[in-house]
């Protein structure tokens, strides 16, 4: 639970107790029981608001959300529309005050004649308070976004990033903002500074389309925002920069910077039409694509296969030294799985195994069924798209007690880009399921990163597969790290891959099972 809690005045923002900053929080407990139906706010001793109080700032921040950059974390709904945010106050504090502004002019002015901006604001520090739910301005209430209350979640660690961009474009290090006033115009405006800021105008407009923004509130923002850069641009290059957003996307990062990731995803060989595909690239890059292909081979970080015309090997060039003879043979990391797999291939501590599985093939209920049966290890369950209530029917069609069920610890809500802050390096982890990323190819470094975490656990990670298709939508970077790999798909079970053999001398590659799913849980062959 979040605090220390103050009184608020009702149907205002402004602190009953007018000594609230030196209040102890036993006594601002004892007050707010005082508090009489009045409204509610939170010390920020330890927490940072982001608060985007304006139609523009509220997209950017949505668009930061949907694409991931934002971890889920305490928020709500103000008495103005607006969604503010909850985060930990970081340590050392990289401000100079615990008012940070960014803003951008409207075009607007009011009954002064002064010009009218729009902001973003960031909160924090003893001598700041926020007002929180349940309260209500004007007989608009305040409400707790579902499942971000702060039952239900707690603050999430100030991302880096957001620091960063009020850092480069604050308005001013402090606010004094007058009540019922905007600031005056000539403090300062949002800046994009050359070089770049073509991109960076761009960048916007993309983002506001990823996060569904309808075009022509895309246009007003990108063309007001066009409007308040130093210097500004056009109406014409802004409508431009919307218009090349909501074409086929271009490459936003560049090419090379695309593929040197990709490879940083791939072991070993690899096919230069593999790259093709997974990257997209089309027959105008090529050329642009032999080039950077080349430099990397001249740089030593990828290499020709000799008599195999488009086939490279990854280069290593840090690795680790090893010693077979002097470690102890490892035992396996014993598992009971669906189809009896495990009489086919097994597992050593620290590996990866892959269920990628078409939609509605079973691939949730495969998981649940491998949670249940290995009791013997603790197993933590990441669910992505099931709330507790969901989940709870669906572990009753199992007819088991839920003691059953008391050996795993359910987790969910979790960000897809960095689960592998929160895999538990010697547990069971079951992922259900790793969410791939907007650019795809991504998928298989976060996968290794997963595998990177692990000490003496494993990961089984549920991936999404397009019908018929032999791999996750990921691509073949999706096998890399795994030791089992099974795709579901039309009620039939494959192994694509088990890379160590249960029965000497009997590769189980190509293994397949017809299976039926009875009551969602159920695989009957």
């Known amino acids: 639970m979040i605090g220390p809690l103050i009184p608020i005045i009702k149907n205002s923002k402004k602190p009953y107790l007018g000594e609230w900053t030196t209040l102890s929080e036993s006594q601002l407990s004892e007050a707010m029981g005082k508090n009489n139906g009045g409204n509610v706010g939170l010390r920020l001793d330890r927490y940072v608001t982001l608060d985007p109080d304006a139609l523009c700032y509220e997209s950017l921040v949505n668009s930061w959300e949907k694409t991931g950059k934002l971890p889920p974390t305490v928020a709500w709904k103000t008495a103005r529309g607006y969604t503010k945010r909850l985060y930990l106050r970081p340590d050392p504090w990289p401000f100079d005050s615990g008012q940070i502004i960014v803003k951008q002019a409207t075009g607007k002015k009011d009954e002064k004649g002064r010009d009218i901006f729009d902001e973003m604001e960031l909160r924090s520090g003893s001598g700041h308070q926020d007002v929180i739910p349940p309260s209500e301005i004007d007989g608009v209430a305040y409400r707790w976004l579902k499942d971000q209350d702060p039952e239900a ?11 960063k961009f009020f850092q480069e474009n604050q308005a001013r290090g402090e606010s004094t903002r007058p009540k019922g006033e905007r600031q005056e115009a000539g403090t300062a405006t949002l800046t994009f500074n050359e070089p770049g800021r073509d991109v960076s105008l761009y960048t916007i407009a993309l983002a506001l389309r990823k996060s569904g923004m309808p075009r022509p509130d895309v246009e007003m923002v990108v063309c007001q925002l066009a409007a308040s850069c130093n210097p500004p641009f056009s109406e014409k290059t802004a409508l431009a920069k919307v218009q090349s957003a909501f074409n086929q996307t271009p490459r936003e990062r560049g090419l090379s910077s695309d593929i040197r990731e990709w490879i940083e995803g791939i072991e070993g060989q690899f096919a230069i039409s593999d790259l093709d595909r997974e990257l997209n690239i089309k027959q105008s890059e090529t050329d642009n694509r032999r080039k950077i292909v080349q430099r990397l081979a001249e740089a030593g970080i990828i290499a020709r296969i000799p008599n195999r015309p488009g086939i490279y ?20 990391y014993k598992l009971i799985w669906p189809f009896r797999l495990h009489e086919l291939c097994y597992l050593y501590p620290k590996s990866i195994a892959i269920v ?14 491998l949670a249940l049966a290995n009791s013997q290890h603790g197993v933590f369950f990441f669910n992505s798209e099931m709330s507790a209530a969901e989940l709870r029917d669906r572990l009753d069609k199992f007819e088991y007690p839920p003691e059953a069920w008391q050996h795993v610890n359910w987790k969910g809500n979790f960000a ?18 790793l969410e791939e990323p907007e650019e795809i190819y991504r998928l298989g470094n976060q996968i290794g990163r997963i595998w990177r975490k692990l000490t ?30 099974l795709n579901l798909d039309g009620g039939t079970a494959e192994l694509k891959s088990g890379k160590l053999w249960r029965i000497p001398g009997k590769n189980p ?5 017809q299976y039926k799913l009875v009551q969602g849980c159920n695989f009957v062959t």
């Open 153 to 163: 979640i707690e603050p999430a660690p100030l991302p880096e990033f957001v620091i």
């Open 456 to 485: 003496t656990g494993v990961a089984i990670i549920g991936l999404q597969k397009n019908p018929g298709a032999d791999v996750a939508r990921g691509g073949y970077a999706t096998m890399q790290k795994a030791r089992i790999y």
């Open 416 to 433: 897809p880009e960095a689960v592998e802050n929160i895999v538990v390096p010697d547990a069971l982890n079951i992922i259900d399921y």
């Open 509 to 513: 590659k190509g293994m397949k099972w």
């Open 356 to 369: 990628a599985g078409a939609k509605d093939a079973g691939k949730t209920a495969f998981l649940l069924n």
């Open 313 to 332: 090997t990854k280069v290593d060039s840090a690795c680790d030294d090893l010693d077979p003879f002097s470690t102890e043979k490892q035992s396996e």
